[in-house]
């Protein structure tokens, strides 16, 4: 079985700052983890995946998540937020071989001006 | 890319009506395609697998009698949601994977809001 905790279900940064949006995964089995961003009544994009290469995945818009198999979590960042960032994130799980993706509550992304 | 289209993008019925919301591949082959809804302000819940010529595989507490799903092509399935009641309204988004050389890529659809009133 997997599961997915995202802390904090909204964050708010100022514009320019450093974005965290926390991420932590359990899983009986090696997983592969996501990040997906959904705007407002839109579907789901992906921003980036962890496939077991490089633990420190660079995604789409400047994301960028790191895999600590040892923290086991999968934190996504970037250096510095636009207005355009704002938008809820889901992190997501799956074990390695399966499709069936478990997701997380979502945390809503404001950015302030 | 690929691209996963879902019809009607939005639905209103009135109650007790059933309503039939398609979610095709575009510009491939989809063996295996997933239903989620997802409540306001709430994460996706998966709802059922679709798989190609055989009969879905349903989430626990999830009325299969309700929501009917058929995938009777490789690039269409249709979940149809009968007698629906308010409790039902709800955004539906759909989810194909496509086959490649580093496994399996998968692709959302852009997902469809039902409103029973």
């Known amino acids: 079985a997997q599961s997915v905790t995202q802390l904090g279900s909204h964050v708010s940064v100022s514009e320019g700052a450093l974005v965290l949006l926390r991420c932590n995964y359990s899983?009986?089995?090696?997983?592969?983890l996501f990040w997906y961003v959904q705007y407002p009544n839109q579907g789901l994009q992906l921003l980036l995946k962890?496939?077991?290469?490089?633990?420190l995945v660079k995604g789409i818009n400047g994301f960028e998540a790191e895999f600590k198999k040892s923290e086991t979590s999968f934190h996504l960042t970037k250096p510095s937020a636009h207005m355009s960032d704002a938008a809820e994130y889901f992190c997501?799980?799956?074990?390695?071989?399966?499709?069936?993706?478990?997701f997380g509550t979502g945390t809503k992304l404001q950015v302030i001006p | 890319g690929a691209v996963v289209s879902q019809h009607p993008s939005w639905v209103i019925c009135k109650s007790g009506t059933s309503v039939k919301i398609e979610c095709r591949s575009l510009?491939?082959?989809?063996?295996?395609m997933f239903w989620y809804r997802q409540f306001p302000k709430q994460s996706l819940m998966l709802m059922a697998t679709?798989?190609?010529?055989?009969?879905?595989?349903?989430e626990q507490g999830v009325e299969k009698d309700k929501f009917l799903i058929n995938h009777a092509s490789l690039t269409l399935s249709t979940l149809t949601v009968t007698s629906a009641h308010p409790e039902d309204s709800s955004f539906y988004i759909c989810?194909?994977?496509?086959?490649?050389?580093?496994?399996?890529?998968?692709?959302f659809g852009p997902g469809t809001r039902l409103t029973v009133t």
């Open positions: 989810s194909a994977y496509r086959e490649s050389g580093l496994g399996y890529e998968q692709y």
């Open positions: 899983s009986s089995v090696p997983p592969y």
């Open positions: 962890y496939t077991s290469a490089a633990t």
């Open positions: 997501a799980v799956t074990p390695r071989g399966y499709q069936k993706v478990t």
């Open positions: 510009d491939f082959q989809a063996t295996t």
């Open positions: 679709s798989n190609e010529g055989s009969k879905a595989t349903y």
